[in-house]
T-cell receptor, first 113, second 114 residues
Framework: DSGVTQTPKHLITATGQRVTLRCSPRSGDLSVYWYQQSLDQGLQFLIQYYNGEERAKGNILERFSAQQFPDLHSELNLSSLELGDSALYFC????????????FGPGTRLLVL | AQSVSQHNHHVILSEAASLELGCNYSYGGTVNLFWYVQYPGQHLQLLLKYFSGDPLVKGIKGFEAEFIKSKFSFNLRKPSVQWSDTAEYFCAVLGLGSQGNLIFGKGTKLSVKP
């Protein structure tokens, strides 16, 4: 158990819908990262927050957004869902910004039908 | 741009065989290097990491990796694999001074035959 929690574990939805994925980082970690894992793209970085502020963006679609709240939990919002958005979404956290070990949560498996 | 190459897509070994998984990265500056393992249906778990110092690092479950700066490599090794090592292995690099996100290789699936 890494100490990073993610909910829900599984999510099944339809195209065009909107979903919210939630992540709670390890106690004391200020950085939260979101990654997408799919068969064709592998593990890709989406976005990073540090202490409530967005710090880095990767290959994140405009239909996707995220935020980190004062209690440091983070939410990833996926809207206008397409079949190709089906993937495993991982959250990771680390103590600092740009350094140190990232610990991963169990992931949310999203299936868009 | 940073990138990570894992040369083996799928490796099949018998129990007790030795393992070496290749990983090469491209980044011009100082790096932190990681190997993560993903058991079937589970999340990524940290196997080992290199930040600085001794280039031979030991991780959990008998795994080790050697950082060879001149070759931009960070190969993972285990002298004798077990059936329970069946999993997917990911090499990742964190370029210091970069945005802070990990760059992952495509992963190597290891299947160990009992």
């Amino acid at each position: 158990d890494s100490g990073v929690t993610q909910t829900p574990k599984h999510l099944i939805t339809a195209t065009g819908q909107r979903v919210t994925l939630r992540c709670s980082p390890r106690s004391g970690d200020l950085s939260v990262y979101w990654y997408q894992q799919s068969l064709d793209q592998g593990l890709q970085f989406l976005i990073q927050y540090y202490n409530g502020e967005e710090r880095a963006k990767g290959n994140i679609l405009e239909r996707f957004s995220a935020q980190q709240f004062p209690d440091l939990h983070s939410e990833l919002n996926l809207s206008s869902l397409e079949l190709g958005d089906s993937a495993l979404y991982f959250c990771a956290s680390s103590v600092g910004l740009g350094i140190g070990t990232q610990y991963f949560g169990p992931g949310t498996r999203l299936l868009v039908l | 741009a940073q990138s990570v190459s894992q040369h083996n897509h799928h490796v099949i070994l018998s129990e007790a065989a030795s393992l070496e998984l290749g990983c090469n990265y491209s980044y011009g500056g100082t790096v932190n290097l990681f190997w993560y393992v993903q058991y079937p249906g589970q999340h990524l778990q940290l196997l080992l990491k290199y930040f600085s110092g001794d280039p031979l690092v030991k991780g959990i479950k008998g795994f080790e990796a050697e950082f060879i700066k001149s070759k931009f490599s960070f190969n993972l090794r285990k002298p004798s694999v077990q059936w329970s090592d069946t999993a997917e292995y990911f090499c990742a690099v964190l370029g210091l001074g970069s945005q802070g996100n990990l760059i992952f290789g495509k992963g190597t699936k290891l299947s160990v035959k009992p």
